[in-house]
């Protein structure tokens, strides 16, 4: 069984462009949680989706950042016009129903020039 | 603000010797409770978890206190190895399936 897979691992974009990462649970969880973070520092909640729906996105910017996870597909954490200050780690976590324990992904590390 | 923390940023252990993590958390109604162990350029990977009707969980060479009473958490390695060397965060369930993470600890195994 395949852990939680994200890509791309490192993604490096130019101030203004596009940042799309992406997220696929582990087979069977139908849960999947988006994370941030800053170096030397802990993990911050953005964000927390079932399929088709946003359950929480109390940490989620509330401008130019947004998810989904479609009925089909992976789940995508999207920034649009990204500033320097959106450089971080940006994990993925996914878990079964009923169960608290989160998996987490290798992460994208996401650079802004 | 954070609900999780953890009294030390760093731990510099001996290897061989036991480690012990702390965490205090200032929900009294989380119900869950996670370590995480997070390596150099990789995602966070579960440990060991205790919920809130246990005070002690073992497992191979970790043992989990949870103390309710001050809202304190502790990781426990056992005869800590190289490998151990890694960004340790406990985590709490604070609402609905959602986890709330400390800062972290930094432990750092000497030979």
């Known amino acids: 069984n395949a852990g939680v897979m994200q890509n791309p691992r490192h993604l490096v974009r130019r101030r203004g462009q596009e940042a799309r990462l992406r997220c696929s649970p582990m087979k069977g969880h139908s849960h999947v949680y988006w994370y941030r973070q800053l170096p030397e520092e802990g993990l911050k909640f953005m964000v927390y989706?079932?399929?088709?729906?946003?359950?929480?996105e109390s940490g989620m910017p509330k401008e130019r950042f947004s998810a989904e996870f479609p009925k089909e597909g992976p789940s995508i954490l999207r920034i649009q016009q990204v500033v320097r200050g959106d450089s971080a780690a940006y994990f993925c976590?996914?878990?079964?129903?009923?169960?608290?324990?989160?998996?987490f992904g290798p992460g994208t590390r996401l650079t802004v020039t | 603000g954070e609900s999780v923390g953890l009294h030390l940023p760093t731990l510099s252990v001996q290897e061989g010797d036991n480690s012990i993590i702390n965490c205090a958390y200032s929900?009294?109604?989380?119900?869950?409770f996670i370590w995480y162990k997070q390596e150099s350029g990789k995602g966070p990977q579960f440990i060991i978890d205790?919920?809130?009707?246990?005070d002690k969980r073992q497992g191979q060479r970790v043992t989990v206190l949870l103390n309710k009473t001050v809202k304190h958490l502790s990781l426990q390695i056992a005869a800590t190895q190289p490998g151990d060397s890694a960004v340790y965060f406990c985590?709490?369930?604070?609402?609905?399936?959602?986890?709330?993470f400390g800062a972290g600890t930094t432990v750092t195994v000497r030979a």
């Open positions: 976590a996914s878990r079964t129903e009923n169960y608290y324990e989160q998996y």
């Open positions: 985590a709490e369930n604070t609402n609905d399936y959602k986890l709330s």
């Open positions: 989706l079932q399929k088709e729906n946003i359950i929480d």
């Open positions: 929900n009294s109604a989380s119900d869950y």
């Open positions: 205790i919920r809130s009707n246990m």
